[in-house]
């Protein structure tokens, strides 16, 4: 993890589940200059007072000059958002875009033509800078750069480069999404407790607790996943029963290739 010194000045276009989620990691890192371009009051909410707030990107403050300019609006708003940040490419401002499916080429496009962007995918646990982040850097793109945008990434969390951009489209419907998924698993496993007869807040307390007590088990365990499984699976126990239903071929196995391939797919049809 990087120290707060080194943060750039940052510009965020977009501050709403993702785009909030890593102005959260930034300002606790304590970045000194963080202006948000935002149109909902609401989302911005919970960052007053703690960097400049602007409802659209003409009422960004005259004289600033980002070193970095994170583009985070939902893909669909890419064509209507980017065109008014042009003039920070111009002032050699690095793009940062954590937007799913939108191609370096059509970012740079957008924004003028000359703009150098690093293509991002961030997830949420970025807001506790427990975040991973897989990162293309476009063409153009110096080591400065790139190290520049490390620097902004590893703050929220781990950090991978990719030598392909294809790469993106998995990456974002593993651990783009990835969260989701596991907090659907929070979600079905209190329904389930509660459904054997717990009480719903004890059912709702050991869910969280056990999704996010095993998490941190693998965080800090060198084991395999599948051998901290084992652990838990004693011969001919319960668990042993539990699994049968869950790895049943048809079952999580095939579930999550398809699940999987699914937003895949969907990551490349949002490039169009
Ligand atoms: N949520 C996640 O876990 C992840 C999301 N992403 C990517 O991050 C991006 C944002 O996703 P998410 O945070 O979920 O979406 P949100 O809708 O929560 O955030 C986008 C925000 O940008 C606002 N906005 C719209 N137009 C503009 C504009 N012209 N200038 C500035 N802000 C604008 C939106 O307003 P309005 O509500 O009116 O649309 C909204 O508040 C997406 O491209 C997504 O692919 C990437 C990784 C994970
Ligand atoms: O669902 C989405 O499209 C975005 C990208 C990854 C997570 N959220």
Not at 48 to 53: L, M, W
Not at 227 to 232: E, H, K, S
């Given at each position: 993890m990087s120290m707060a010194a080194s943060l750039p000045a940052i510009l965020l276009v977009g501050c709403g589940?993702?785009?909030g989620a890593m102005l959260e990691g930034w300002l606790e890192q304590g970045v000194s200059q963080a202006v948000v371009v935002e149109p909902h009051a609401e989302a911005v909410a919970p960052f007053?007072?703690?960097?400049?707030?602007c409802a659209s990107v003409d009422a960004i403050p005259a004289g600033f000059a980002?070193?970095?300019?994170?583009?985070?609006?939902?893909?669909?708003?890419?064509?209507?958002?980017l065109p008014g940040c042009a003039r920070f490419a111009r002032a050699g401002a690095l793009f940062v875009s954590v937007m799913a499916g939108k191609t370096v080429a059509g970012m740079t496009g957008l924004l003028g033509g000359?703009?150098?962007?690093?293509?991002?995918?961030?997830?949420?646990?970025?807001a506790v800078r427990q975040g991973f982040t897989a990162a293309f850097a476009g063409p153009g793109v110096t080591e400065a750069q790139r190290a520049l945008a490390d620097t902004l990434l590893s703050a929220v969390g781990e950090v991978a480069w990719l030598e392909e951009e294809?790469?993106?489209?998995?990456?974002?419907?593993?651990?783009g999404g990835g969260p989701a998924y596991v907090f659907l698993l929070a979600e079905v496993l209190e329904k389930a407790a509660i459904e054997q007869g717990l009480p719903p807040a004890l059912a709702r307390r050991m869910a969280r607790r056990t999704v996010?007590?095993?998490?941190?088990?693998?965080?800090?365990?060198?084991?395999?996943?599948?051998?901290?499984?084992?652990?838990?699976?004693?011969?001919?126990?319960?668990?042993?029963?539990?699994?049968?239903?869950?790895?049943?071929?048809?079952a999580w196995p095939r579930l999550m290739s398809e699940a999987i391939a699914a937003a895949t797919a969907r990551s490349r049809e949002l490039a169009g």
């Open positions: 589940k993702m785009g007053a007072g703690r960097g400049a707030v980002p070193a970095v300019v994170v583009l985070a609006t939902k893909p669909q708003q890419a064509e209507a958002a000359s703009a150098l962007v690093v293509r991002a995918m961030p997830n949420t646990p970025a294809a790469l993106i489209d998995p990456v974002t419907a593993v651990s996010s007590g095993s998490g941190a088990l693998l965080a800090a365990s060198p084991l395999d996943a599948a051998q901290l499984r084992i652990n838990v699976t004693s011969p001919k126990g319960t668990t042993e029963r539990a699994l049968n239903v869950l790895m049943a071929p048809e």
